[in-house]
């Protein structure tokens, strides 16, 4: 089974800063990997989308990488706001029957004014 | 364009209670999913649908029961609630060329 790990589980940074989040995962058979936002209390938001074929995925301050061959994603945030506060997962798709997603526990960022 | 939507939002059951979770979504998706998610365990797949028709079992399973009403509906009955079923449910859909799944606003399900 597909383990995803996500280190780590919290980050406080001042407002401003640029940040990187990790996302690990053991089987580099994927055929995507997605990053999502979720603010306490609510759904979960993509933010990213990137193909096994793709090395980077970027919308507005947001920068996804992903290295298929050492497992591992990284979501990188530019000039961070307190707006960005929210709890970050990643999630890899296997194109198995249920080709669902394995999803990480998540990083809980908070960005201080 | 709604995307995912659930209902209820918020549901409070005594053990033994049934109840349905309901979910529909309007972007034409074939597949469509049920999660739960816990404290320090992610979200589990609970069951999902390929395709109108078809259903079939996730990681977590038991004590869940599914119907794929039509394309755009999907809902997930719990026929015996018990404690442990407490849980935030969610409702997700795929997009079949990329595969990007998106998802409803949560219920937030307690069991007494």
């Known amino acids: 089974k597909q383990e995803v790990t996500q280190i780590p589980a919290a980050l406080s940074v001042p407002e401003g800063e640029n940040l990187v989040l990790n996302c690990s995962f053991t089987?580099?058979?994927?055929?995507?990997l997605q990053w999502f936002r979720q603010d306490p209390g609510k759904g979960l938001t993509s933010l990213l989308l990137?193909?096994?074929?793709?090395r980077e995925q970027t919308s507005g301050r947001l920068n996804a990488s992903l290295d298929k061959s050492s497992g591992r994603s990284t979501l990188y945030i530019a000039a961070s706001q307190p707006g960005d506060s929210a709890t970050y997962l990643c999630?890899?798709?296997?194109?198995?029957?249920?080709?669902?997603?394995?999803f990480g526990t998540g990083t809980r960022l908070t960005v201080i004014p | 364009n709604a995307g995912v939507t659930q209902t209820p939002k918020f549901q409070v059951l005594k053990t033994g209670q049934s109840m349905t979770l309901q979910c529909a979504q309007d972007?034409?998706?074939?597949?469509m999913y049920w999660y739960r998610q816990d404290p320090g365990m992610g979200l589990r797949l609970i069951y999902y649908?390929?395709?109108?028709?078809?259903?079939d079992k996730g990681e977590v399973p038991n004590g869940y029961n599914v119907s794929r009403l039509n394309k755009r509906e999907f809902s997930l009955r719990l026929e015996s609630a018990a404690p442990s079923q407490t849980s935030v449910y969610f409702c997700?859909?795929?997009?079949?060329?990329?595969?990007?799944?998106?998802f409803g606003p949560g219920t937030r399900l307690t069991v007494t």
């Open positions: 997700a859909s795929t997009l079949a060329r990329t595969y990007e799944q998106y």
């Open positions: 089987d580099s058979a994927i055929y995507n």
């Open positions: 990137i193909q096994s074929s793709q």
């Open positions: 999630a890899s798709l296997k194109l198995t029957g249920a080709n669902n997603l394995f």
């Open positions: 972007m034409n998706h074939n597949s």
């Open positions: 649908s390929a395709s109108e028709g078809t259903t």
